[in-house]
């Protein structure tokens, strides 16, 4: 993962267009041709690549003279040729190339494949980056640079849009053209061979000209690469993506979740939103990119008429979404405004022949109503109420509240104007109430996934002490004996060692037992038949009321069992209660792979259970308590459950997910989990049954085969220092408030020794990307005191990011003002040089000007060589940890 020499495909000096003589696709021809319509300043030549041998025989060939190295250089050849390009361009100094369509159905799969890995290897030796193959072209229009195929003229804006579809990208720049909604740079991927989905959405996320990211894409291969750049995007910048499926899917194997669910569960952890239609992509993109923050979720709807109020408010219904109420008071305001004596409720119907006055005074009545979150105004053509002048009269209310206020022009000709004005200021507007609906259930999710964006679930348990020693006992008892599959007895040892009670429930080896059993547990009951060998029958008969149904069930399960199980004879029964005492639904809980994003939790009805009304739902661990309730509540499980009871039985069954995730972060040889069913009680969970499947592992990953690091609780330390007790501890999403206290309380000379300038009062999205950080690319640790009043405060702050290939790491350091040259900053710097150390960096890297004499001391201290930096006026620090080969 890296943004390594991007600077020269984004923001290139010179530019070359190379073509083979005869290429047959005009694609050259277009990109020239567009590279000089978009005004590009710096030179663009076009050069031809020839064959080198007579005849056309053999793979190589020349590339003709070059006036200047170009930065960037478009490819237009067959694709066996672009390897031999691409190191001569290597070779003079090219650092970025886009490699154009191709001939592919000319191509073997044999060949193709053969010349992408010849791409890789040519561009390796010269750090050369590699949009492509199949790639329509990058526009930066801020830059003039078009260096695509793109059919429309393409104008300057905030959104970036990143496609992998050539049918989509033209389509979403042909509407975008229509309503005049310019970008900050539209790049389409192609086969992604090097400069992949994250590579680009690093860059983004640090671009100033790109306010928001608009993403299609279909499929994508490094789970971990992706959520790290994913997230990063998001902590900033709205990104909203709209999805086409994967082109051939991927293997989900007996995963009872299928791939299509995965990847929403993986955009909705990555703070992303996800649109169905172009049609609401770009009222998304420019809704949460000027939204303001939500008080909350409901929505209250104004509509002049009864018709227009109602749709609205039967979509959001529809949607699961939420009314807002009118309080008691806002009521009796209206009726004395409106004039009426109908009862008035959410959504509120106006009068047919309002004015316009009273349009703005309704908005302003409804906006004053403490209970009121955001609002929706529906109106349609009027003879009493000029649409203009009711625009006019919503915008000027809007501009006095704080709350989001939506609005939506419902007609033709006649509403043009009135969304026009809306538009010029600044206020949301759309064609149509579900079009509306759909962009604020759209900043809703994003809302809700902004939050799972900053939960950082921790590497250690919290609340609980999982007896980890006891569970790796029984799996290794298992593995010494060559299974791949927990026996009943070795499950129950480990989930009992992580707070997971399984129920016992003893084999009873006759119909009289069996009927005994169930008048113990009480009805209803569960049957089970258990085979000779020790295995349950794979089917079961749930839900039987009395002791008459159990004969005739297992006459039944026994006629199946022979006819799959011929010689295999039943041993006994097994029953278990079909119902929790709570009255809540039996749950399936349990973990599978994805082939793409790791271990997934995954939560629904149980297999065996009458209860069909949940719904399978699916997250990517580490979960906590916040991230597991979102979990439940999107599983519905509680919803036909007595609303007293709910929150208990969400806690439990919240309770059940976490733990379960701390299993798979400790113990790396757990491949897959099955509890199904479990019953959720208030008290707790308990298993009735559990398959846990092993798999021996050669190397240790532990957390690191998630798709999401974990927040790293084992670095934290408490120290002592000049008689205080501080916690040294990586940053949390959180201290974005005490880092900015901590910056904002340097001197004028500290804050220009920290950032080579006079930096203070740092701006809060800089201050978010300093504290939402993914442990997986930096690490940062604070200096933490907890004051008697329990609030805490920063005392200093260390960081370091790593390169990809963890060859080095750049650090920086800060010490409150007041307490410089007390060893603070010797306890936060060793503290960085340890991590990094086994984190296996080869150099930590940092810089300083040659006036901070207390900076250079503290370096030398630690073994870091001082030597003259390559800017005037600043030294480089360099500490030599671990050994890595040159590339």
């Known amino acids: 993962m890296t943004v390594r020499n991007l600077e020269f495909l984004f923001r290139p000096a010179s530019v070359a267009v190379v073509a083979e003589p005869d290429e047959p696709s005009r694609y050259a021809e277009v990109v020239l041709s567009n590279l000089a319509a978009g005004g590009f300043n710096g030179p663009?030549?076009?050069?031809?690549?020839?064959?080198?041998?007579?005849?056309?025989?053999?793979?190589?060939?020349?590339?003709?003279?070059?006036?200047?190295?170009?930065?960037?250089?478009?490819?237009?050849?067959?694709?066996?040729q672009v390897p031999s390009i691409i190191a001569q361009l290597g070779a003079r100094g090219t650092r970025a190339v886009i490699v154009g369509p191709w001939m592919w159905h000319r191509m073997s799969i044999g060949a193709i494949a053969k010349a992408r890995k010849a791409i890789l290897e040519a561009a390796q030796p010269y750090l050369m980056r590699v949009l492509g193959p199949g790639s329509g072209g990058l526009v930066v229009p801020a830059r003039g640079l078009n260096a695509s195929a793109a059919p429309v003229s393409i104008t300057s804006?905030?959104?970036?849009?990143?496609?992998?579809?050539?049918?989509?990208?033209?389509?979403?720049?042909?509407?975008?053209?229509?309503?005049?909604?310019?970008?900050?740079?539209?790049?389409?991927?192609?086969?992604?061979?090097?400069?992949?989905?994250?590579?680009?959405?690093?860059?983004?996320?640090?671009?100033?000209?790109?306010?928001?990211?608009?993403?299609?894409?279909?499929?994508?291969?490094?789970?971990?690469?992706?959520?790290?750049?994913?997230?990063?995007?998001?902590?900033?910048?709205?990104?909203?993506?709209?999805?086409?499926?994967?082109?051939?899917?991927?293997?989900?194997?007996?995963?009872?979740?299928?791939?299509?669910?995965?990847?929403?569960?993986?955009?909705?952890r990555a703070g992303w939103v996800s649109i169905d239609t172009l049609g609401d992509l770009f009222e998304a993109v420019e809704a949460m990119a000027r939204v303001r923050s939500l008080r909350g979720e409901s929505l209250t709807i104004l509509g002049n008429g009864h018709g227009l109020g109602r749709i609205a408010g039967d979509t959001l219904s529809r949607s699961d979404g939420q009314l807002g109420k009118l309080s008691a008071g806002t009521v009796k305001r209206l009726e004395g405004l409106l004039q009426t004596r109908s009862n008035l409720?959410?959504?509120?119907?106006?009068?047919?022949?309002?004015?316009?006055?009273?349009?703005?005074?309704?908005?302003?009545?409804?906006?004053?109503?403490?209970?009121?979150?955001?609002?929706?105004?529906?109106?349609?053509?009027?003879?009493?109420?000029?649409?203009?002048?009711?625009?006019?009269?919503?915008?000027?209310?809007?501009?006095?509240?704080?709350?989001?206020?939506?609005?939506?022009?419902?007609?033709?000709?006649?509403?043009?104007?009135?969304?026009?004005?809306?538009?010029?200021?600044?206020?949301?507007?759309?064609?149509?109430?579900?079009?509306?609906?759909?962009?604020?259930?759209?900043?809703?999710?994003?809302?809700?996934?902004?939050?799972?964006?900053?939960?950082?679930?921790p590497s250690l348990a919290e609340g609980f002490s999982p007896d980890v020693d006891a569970a790796r006992s029984a799996l290794s008892e298992a593995i010494a004996a060559g299974a791949r599959t927990l026996s009943a007895r070795q499950a129950r040892r480990v989930?009992?060692?992580?707070?997971?009670?399984?129920?016992?429930?003893?084999?009873?080896?006759?119909?009289?037992?069996?009927?005994?059993?169930?008048d113990d547990i009480g009805y209803p009951v569960d049957?089970?038949?258990?085979?000779?060998?020790?295995?349950?029958?794979?089917?079961?008969?749930?839900?039987?009321?009395?002791?008459?149904?159990?004969?005739?069930?297992?006459?039944?399960?026994?006629?199946?069992?022979?006819?799959?199980?011929?010689?295999?004879?039943?041993?006994?029964?097994?029953?278990?209660?079909?119902?929790?005492?709570?009255?809540?639904?039996?749950l399936r809980l349990g973990v599978a792979d994805d082939p793409v994003f790791g271990p997934v939790i995954f939560l629904g009805p149980a297999s065996v259970s009458g209860f069909r009304e949940g719904r399978l739902v699916v997250a990517l661990p580490p979960l906590n308590l916040v991230l597991a309730g979102d979990l439940v509540a999107r599983s519905g499980f509680a919803e036909g459950l007595p609303e007293d009871d709910r929150p208990a039985l969400q806690a439990a069954a919240s309770n059940a997910l976490v733990r379960l995730s701390q299993l798979l972060t400790d113990i790396d040889e757990v491949a897959g989990v099955e509890l199904d069913p479990l019953h959720v009680e208030a008290s707790g969970v308990v298993v009735l049954d559990a398959r846990i499947s092993i798999e021996q592992r050669a190397r240790k990953f532990g957390f690191r085969r998630f798709a999401i690091r974990p927040y790293p609780k084992e670095l934290e330390q408490q120290v002592d220092w000049e008689g205080r007790t501080l916690l040294i501890r990586p940053i949390?999403?959180?201290?974005?408030?005490?880092?900015?206290?901590?910056?904002?309380?340097?001197?004028?000379?500290?804050?220009?020794?920290?950032?080579?300038g006079s930096t203070r009062n740092l701006p809060r999205a800089r201050l978010a990307r300093f504290s939402q950080i993914d442990y997986d690319r930096e690490m940062a640790l604070v200096a933490i005191e907890r004051g008697n009043d329990g609030a805490e405060r920063s005392l200093g702050e260390v960081r370091a990011v790593a390169d990809?290939?963890?060859?080095?790491?750049?650090?920086?350091?800060?010490?409150?003002?007041?307490?410089?040259?007390?060893?603070?900053?010797?306890?936060?710097?060793?503290?960085?040089?340890?991590y990094c150390h086994s984190r296996g960096i080869g150099e930590l890297r940092g810089e300083t000007l040659d006036g901070n004499l207390r900076m250079q001391r503290l370096a030398r201290s630690l073994g870091f060589k001082v030597t003259t930096g390559a800017d005037r006026g600043t030294l480089d620090l360099r500490l030599s940890m671990n050994q890595h080969e040159q590339p």
């Open 527 to 586: 049957l089970v038949l258990v085979l000779a060998n020790g295995a349950e029958f794979s089917e079961g008969v749930s839900g039987l009321r009395s002791p008459a149904e159990i004969p005739v069930a297992a006459r039944g399960l026994r006629s199946r069992a022979r006819t799959r199980h011929p010689g295999n004879r039943v041993s006994g029964y097994r029953l278990r209660p079909s119902a929790a005492r709570s009255g809540a639904p039996a």
């Open 44 to 80: 663009v030549m076009s050069v031809s690549a020839k064959k080198r041998s007579l005849f056309h025989m053999g793979d190589d060939v020349r590339l003709s003279e070059l006036d200047v190295v170009p930065d960037l250089a478009i490819i237009c050849a067959s694709l066996d």
């Open 157 to 268: 804006g905030k959104i970036a849009l990143v496609a992998q579809s050539t049918a989509v990208t033209a389509a979403v720049l042909d509407r975008a053209y229509s309503k005049e909604i310019g970008f900050s740079t539209v790049l389409h991927l192609g086969a992604g061979l090097d400069v992949d989905l994250a590579d680009v959405l690093d860059w983004l996320a640090a671009d100033p000209d790109t306010k928001s990211i608009l993403v299609q894409f279909d499929e994508v291969s490094a789970g971990r690469k992706f959520m790290s750049a994913a997230r990063a995007a998001a902590r900033n910048k709205p990104v909203v993506t709209i999805r086409a499926g994967p082109v051939h899917g991927r293997h989900q194997g007996s995963t009872p979740f299928s791939a299509a669910e995965v990847d929403e569960a993986a955009l909705r």
């Open 495 to 518: 989930l009992q060692a992580y707070g997971l009670p399984v129920g016992e429930y003893p084999l009873a080896s006759s119909m009289d037992k069996a009927i005994s059993t169930a």
């Open 804 to 834: 990809p290939d963890s060859t080095f790491a750049d650090f920086a350091i800060v010490v409150a003002s007041g307490i410089k040259g007390k060893g603070l900053g010797q306890l936060l710097l060793q503290s960085l040089v340890s």
């Open 345 to 457: 409720s959410n959504p509120l119907a106006l009068p047919a022949d309002i004015t316009p006055t009273n349009w703005g005074a309704a908005l302003s009545a409804v906006l004053a109503d403490n209970d009121t979150e955001n609002v929706l105004t529906v109106c349609s053509p009027s003879p009493f109420a000029p649409s203009a002048e009711v625009a006019a009269a919503i915008c000027e209310v809007s501009r006095e509240t704080k709350r989001n206020v939506f609005t939506c022009w419902v007609g033709g000709v006649a509403m043009l104007e009135a969304q026009k004005i809306a538009a010029a200021q600044g206020v949301l507007s759309h064609e149509s109430p579900e079009k509306a609906i759909a962009v604020f259930l759209g900043v809703v999710s994003y809302r809700r996934n902004r939050a799972l964006l900053m939960q950082m679930p």
């Open 732 to 756: 949390r999403p959180e201290d974005e408030t005490i880092l900015g206290e901590l910056l904002n309380s340097l001197t004028p000379e500290d804050s220009r020794m920290r950032f080579f």
